[in-house]
């Protein structure tokens, strides 16, 4: 019965320290990691739903997410999205979104770093607006915040 104390102990102290969560501040999220940005699609497919934007900031023309949705059982693909019809404002606007392609019915909480590129919505920019310049107002579905990208 002692020796099974030290065992039963050992188990125990292993268990928590697997168990503990990470608090980390969605500041300190390390975007950096992200090797390879993906470029934006122009698509009139609607965005998925369920899927929420944690953070996201812009790197000179790539905008990095952290976004939380369910499933997880297959491979899971991302990708932003856009019309890339712009909303007259001053600065223009436009709706990005992340299209999910998760086919199953799998209820695990999954988290996940993205980065996209962003060259095709300025170019676009530059083509209607004959500009080189300019600032777009980046708003992403799934997040209450926008982005202001200046190039």
């Known amino acids: 019965m002692k020796a ?3 065992t039963t102990i050992l188990l125990l102290a292993l268990f928590n320290i697997g ?14 990691s992200i090797s390879r940005c993906s ?4 698509s ?3 965005f998925s739903e369920n899927i929420d934007v944690e953070l ?6 790539n905008l990095e997410m952290t976004v939380k ?19 007259e404002s001053n600065p ?3 709706n990005l979104g992340i299209k999910l392609s998760d086919n199953d019915d799998c ?18 920019y530059q083509q209607s607006y004959q500009s080189a310049q300019g600032t777009i107002v980046i708003n992403v579905a799934g997040s209450a915040t926008s982005l202001n990208y200046s190039f």
């Open 107 to 124: 209820e695990a909480l999954i988290e996940e770093k993205l980065c996209f590129s962003l060259t095709k919505i300025k170019e676009l």
């Open 92 to 94: 223009v606007q436009v």
């Open 69 to 87: 949705h369910s499933g997880g059982c297959k491979t899971i693909g991302y990708a932003l999205i856009t019309d890339a019809s712009f909303m």
């Open 19 to 32: 168990c503990q969560k990470d608090n980390k501040d969605p500041e300190d999220i390390d975007f950096l």
């Open 56 to 61: 996201y900031k812009l790197e000179g023309d």
């Open 4 to 6: 099974l104390a030290p």
């Open 39 to 42: 470029d934006l699609l122009i």
């Open 44 to 46: 009139a497919d609607d």
